[in-house]
């Protein structure tokens, strides 16, 4: 098969970790293109995403590179052996390629762990709030290029609404909540969203409030999202250029620090629902 032109960040990430157990193993592409019986192009096709790859050689370069754990050659075979055409390809040549690939990595997350603390986390957000929030953006986008966006949003939500919902955490600002990114009759359907979506079992929304003192991450957002194993965890974060997929080990580390150190300064999941409702009682 002729190589992918544009691979997804899900085939990308497949290869990046090819790549991580070769070098880790201190081995050349060379060397295990010999292995494998193929050829350097190949090799660097396949450690780019821009190849697919077998169960059958993945657990050969696995037992090559003396890699032990099981459970995370199982998952790197589990990437390459899938072939979902989930519900984000209807998208495809719609939107850029970036919200697929998050929606692909949400369609195979184990949980997510969101930081937003200007804008209410997407996941949380009504349809309204959504089509406000893309509307504002420069330059302008016309309604053939809105209302897709805002359409897909909403379709996002299918991880936390579906009948096995992934466990999801959000962390937010009372900023987030008091900017009436519509009118105030949109600010208040969006906070009694919050606070529907709250009650649910595996989702826990927390608030930092405006009066929590020494807190100095304002400027900080991310999407963390679990892996099939830890290793293979994300974080995704918006750039000016689309969106940054991290996926390092010490960034992983790093951002599951500073959630753990936002979820210190924020209130109670129970807190932050009497809290929502109190801003929502003075709107």
């Known amino acids: 098969m002729p190589p992918r032109r544009q691979p997804t960040a899900r085939q990308e990430r497949l290869g990046t970790e090819l790549r991580k157990m070769r070098e880790a193993a201190g081995m050349t592409a060379r060397d295990t293109a010999g292995l494998l019986g193929t050829n350097n192009i190949q090799m660097s096709q396949m450690e780019s995403?821009?190849?697919?790859?077998?169960e059958a050689r993945i657990r050969r370069m696995a037992s090559h590179y003396a890699c032990d754990d099981n459970d995370y050659i199982d998952a790197l075979v589990a990437m390459a052996t899938d072939r979902t055409r989930g519900w984000w390809e209807e998208y495809r040549g719609v939107l850029p390629p970036g919200f697929l690939d998050l929606s692909e990595l949400e369609h195979h997350a184990t949980y997510r762990m969101d930081v937003e603390l200007m804008h209410v986390p997407g996941l949380l957000q009504t349809e309204e709030y959504a089509r406000a929030v893309f509307g504002y953006r420069l330059p302008t986008l016309p309604e053939s290029e809105l209302e897709p966006r805002v359409a897909h949003r909403m379709r996002r939500r299918?991880?936390?609404?579906?009948?096995d919902p992934i466990r999801y955490e959000a962390i937010t600002h009372e900023a987030a909540l008091r900017i009436m990114?519509?009118?105030?009759?949109?600010?208040?359907?969006?906070?009694?969203?919050?606070?529907?979506?709250?009650?649910?079992?595996?989702?826990?929304v927390r608030v930092i409030p405006f009066g929590k003192e020494g807190f100095g991450g304002a400027?900080?957002?991310?999407?963390?999202?679990?892996?099939?194993?830890?290793?293979?965890?994300?974080?995704?974060?918006?750039?000016?250029?689309?969106?940054?997929?991290?996926?390092?080990?010490?960034?992983?580390?790093?951002?599951?620090?500073?959630?753990?150190k936002m979820e210190g300064e924020s209130l109670a999941?129970?807190?932050?629902?009497?809290?929502?409702h109190q801003v929502a009682k003075e709107l």
């Open 158 to 163: 299918v991880i936390i609404d579906r009948e």
């Open 49 to 54: 995403g821009r190849a697919g790859v077998s």
């Open 181 to 204: 990114v519509g009118d105030r009759a949109s600010a208040r359907r969006q906070l009694t969203r919050i606070l529907e979506l709250s009650e649910a079992e595996r989702i826990a």
């Open 219 to 260: 400027g900080w957002t991310m999407m963390y999202v679990g892996g099939l194993v830890p290793r293979l965890d994300t974080v995704a974060r918006d750039s000016p250029h689309g969106t940054d997929f991290l996926d390092a080990a010490s960034q992983l580390g790093a951002f599951r620090r500073l959630f753990d």
């Open 269 to 276: 999941p129970s807190q932050s629902r009497d809290f929502i």
